[in-house]
């Protein structure tokens, strides 16, 4: 079912900060910033050869980030993502196992403009995993 | 510097199960549990197509991965490990940058063989960054 990893996400507590050190200290490709107000975040991709780093920094003060980060001041890694081919196939399989989804229902449009779901992290080894349509 | 994400690090409490999961119900090529009693730690490889997932979990009580997981009961994900040509010329830019590693000195040999070093979480952002030479 999954297939390639499409993302790591990093929240930070400062955007430009993190952006810097991979840059400047890493020697990465850093992207602009993309704010994304109707997901509260503002997003820097860090574009490795393989996969991406997608470090993800609050909005406002509701920002779903906002509670990860209180716990989490200096930042942390927030979610990985992994590509399926068809997300609604995906939804259907993990229903038959009773593995249970974040917010149940229909995927969700993602930041990256492609259909979403999240898994538990109780389900799976404390870690936040986000399932993206390719 | 960075060139690819050679694997993500999940510390998980059970690696039996936690590879069940990753088999039965991600459908993932796993491999064959690996100790490594000389790390203190049992290892299972997810082959994703672009990179791969390392499950870890303790071999013995004093093992390094203990005391995230005592912090982490459910598990969680521990590190990043980034491919760098040359592990020794990233150290001379890293410490021309002031950047500190978690046990300064030579590299070590890690997990896969390769030499390693570790970077320190407050200074990438809360997360802990493994530097493996290509």
Redo the contacts between chains.
Sequence with gaps: ?????NH?A????DITE?SK?YR?????KVSEQIDQPEHGVKIVFIK????Q?E?ISPLNKNSPISKFLKK?P????HH?C?EVENIDLAIE??SE?D?GLLEPGKPKLGAHGKPVIFLH???????LIELQQE
Tied chains: 1, 2.
């Design positions: 079912m999954i297939g390639k990893l790591v990093i929240a930070v507590p993190a050190t400047n200290v890493f020697g990465a490795l050869p393989n996969t780093i470090l989490n200096n930042g942390g890694i990985l992994y399989k993990l196992k593995f992290p109780s389900k799976c080894n404390g870690t």
